[in-house]
């Protein structure tokens, strides 16, 4: 399947901004990031379909941006304005469109991502 590996992540206060990127083998329809703090579920984040369409978590809207750069063959997560409550191990993903959402089936190593004074 597709090969992703993450790098980008680190420890910063709260405010603090990081950019996660992710190498990719070969792009898929969907791509994403999801990150899993301890005792959670993993949870979606951030996905662009066909390179163009992008969906949100709520609670990163306006603070996330998910974006690609096809020639480097690089997935990005742009994050600002970040908060103690987005700290976690962070994994980009690679999917299909399954008609109403993407399904992922290839998942990067992850990354941590620590936020706190």
């Known amino acids: 399947q597709v090969q992703l590996v993450e790098s980008g992540g680190g420890s910063v206060q709260p405010g603090g901004s990081l950019r996660l990127s992710c190498v990719v083998s070969r792009y898929t329809t969907c791509m994403g990031w999801f990150r899993q703090a301890p005792g959670k579920e993993r949870e979606e984040v951030a996905q662009?379909?066909?390179?163009?369409?992008?969906i949100y978590a709520d609670s990163v809207k306006g603070r996330f941006t998910i974006s690609r750069d096809n020639a480097k063959n690089t997935l990005y997560l742009q994050m600002i304005s970040l908060k103690p409550e987005d700290t976690g191990m962070y994994y980009c993903?690679?999917?299909?469109?399954?008609?109403?959402?993407?399904?992922?089936?290839?998942w990067g190593q992850g990354t941590q991502v620590t936020v706190s004074s």
């Open positions: 993903a690679a999917g299909t469109w399954m008609g109403s959402s993407c399904s992922y089936g290839s």
């Open positions: 662009i379909v066909r390179d163009h369409a992008t």
